[in-house]
């Protein structure tokens, strides 16, 4: 999924879970967060200090994306949340190894639940808005990832790859299946940009001969639902979901003609103004995301949203949005790695 998913949908459907305004506003943002903390470069201040952060994402094309530690590292916890087969803990699915890390979408997962458990467990801690952005990043991307696996092999290929849905954005082919072979099949490399679009019904051949098809709006409008209701049990609230209505509008929103883009950045304009209208039920608000410049939790926390040798230190950085954000990536890395998923048999980290 991209931004406007990650961002706008996840806010939506924190409002949706009771959290006012703002509290939704460092849930999407850190949802969004994850797929922008490229960089693990440890930060030194002019006072000695510093402070080692994590990478969550890897930059188009970039190497380390077929280094199998950073696969582990990177893919697995924040990207493609191995499924188990669906299996309880302690249980094998029908299959081999790489059965157990294939995405299945969230409601299906019994890893992706235990993870939601977890996140619950900490609410209390400073950093649990952020915490649950971070879970919501990663059980989104079940839904979009269902099928594949954040590891080279050869159960990622895809062939014969096409729009079958109305929106025929991309035609009855494209690119991606003519370059295939020059894709790695890690993670859906090879599926480039179809399982992150909102609007698109397309199918596929994987690497095990099997036909694939995938109604990406019913997909997504039922892991904004799931969401909502993961969030509510954060709250310890009841499990109602989103209203029916304003799910029909989630939906409406992602079959749109303005929306039917491959272009993010335009359809999450689109659900900024949206949510901005007041176009759902819990009313309007101002919503804004910056990756970079002085409006960013980066340049907030250092003073700059730029790589530098060194950074001026201020006590505030403690408690900034930043700094909490990146303790919770490495919280929710070391609780995946070393606590869940080896209850499944999964030795990742």
């Not at 991307?141 to 954005?169: C, K, P, Y």
């Not at 272009?263 to 819990?282: C, M, N, Q, T, V």
């Amino acid at each position: 999924m991209q931004i406007d998913f990650h961002h706008a949908v996840t806010y939506v459907a924190a409002r949706f879970a009771g959290f006012g305004h703002d509290e939704a506003a460092v849930v999407a943002h850190a949802a969004q967060h994850v797929d922008d903390a490229t960089s693990d470069r440890r930060v030194v201040f002019d006072n000695r200090a510093m402070y080692t952060r994590i990478a969550s994402a890897h930059k188009n094309f970039d190497p380390h994306n077929l280094d199998e530690l950073e696969s582990h590292l990177v893919w697995l916890p924040f990207h493609f949340l191995p499924g188990n087969g669906g299996a309880k803990a302690g249980t094998d699915p029908t299959g081999t190894f790489i059965d157990k890390i294939r995405c299945l979408p969230g409601h299906r997962s019994p890893v992706a639940q235990d993870m939601i458990e977890a996140t619950i467990q900490v609410r209390h801690k400073p950093n649990a808005l952020h915490r649950l952005g971070i879970t919501m990043h990663v059980y989104a991307d079940t839904w979009s990832h269902q099928g594949f696996a954040g590891v080279l092999h050869r159960v990622n290929a895809v062939n014969h790859m096409e729009d079958i849905g109305s929106s025929r954005a991309f035609g009855p082919t494209w690119l991606g299946d003519i370059m295939g072979d020059l894709v790695p099949p890690l993670g859906h490399g090879q599926a480039r940009i179809f399982p992150d679009m909102p609007f698109l019904r397309w199918a596929y051949e994987n690497g095990r001969g099997e036909a694939i098809e995938r109604n990406n709006p019913a997909d997504f409008r039922e892991a904004a639902d799931a969401m909502c209701r993961a969030m509510q049990r954060f709250r310890a609230a009841p499990e109602t979901g989103i209203p029916a209505s304003d799910l029909e509008r989630i939906g409406a929103l992602f079959t749109r003609r303005d929306t039917t883009t491959v272009k993010a950045d335009k359809r999450h304009r689109i659900w900024l103004a949206a949510i901005g209208a007041g176009e759902f039920s819990f009313g309007a608000g101002v919503l804004t995301y910056a990756e970079e410049g002085p409006a960013s939790w980066r340049a907030q926390a250092l003073g700059t949203s730029e790589e530098r040798a060194d950074y001026p230190y201020a006590p505030a950085f403690l408690a900034s949005h930043w700094k909490r954000f990146h303790d919770a990536l490495q919280e929710h890395r070391l609780t995946l790695l070393h606590d869940i998923l080896p209850k499944y048999g999964i030795c990742a980290g």
